[in-house]
Nanobody
Framework: QVQLVESGGGLVQPGGSLRLSCAAS????????MGWYRQAPGKQRELVAD???????NVADSVKGRFIISRDNAKGTVDLQMNSLKPEDTAVYYC???????????WGQGTQVTVSS
């Protein structure tokens, strides 16, 4: 049984920080590119950042310099450190595991991040 379980979402003031975590089970973690996506109401789901097993990262321009993605291959976890949060960062954030070389993706259930005064 494959599971991706996100945690760490919540309500934060503009300029604040949150750290999201995703714990994967039921997969060979190192065979997957791990990523964080987000979806705001009325908008399409978009890539926030992803990271390979060798720690190469890809970060969306909208969050570059503010968000940091990391992974621990031994623990099977991927984190997203979010700093200098803005109201436009408000969304449901989803963890994704994308299998190398084949079309096989898994998604977490999502965690709500709300940035508001």
């Amino acid at each position: 049984q494959v599971q991706l379980v996100e945690s760490g979402g919540g309500l934060v003031q503009p300029g604040g920080s949150l750290r999201l975590s995703c714990a994967a089970s039921g997969i060979i973690f190192s065979d997957y590119v791990m990523g964080w996506y987000r979806q705001a109401p009325g908008k399409q789901r978009e890539l926030v950042a992803d990271i390979t097993r060798n720690f190469r990262t890809n970060v969306a321009d909208s969050v570059k310099g503010r968000f940091i993605i990391s992974r621990d291959n031994a623990k099977g976890t991927v984190d997203l450190q979010m700093n200098s949060l803005k109201p436009e960062d408000t969304a449901v954030y989803y963890c994704k595991a994308a299998r190398l070389w084949i079309s096989l993706d898994y998604w977490g259930q999502g965690t709500q991040v709300t940035v508001s005064s």
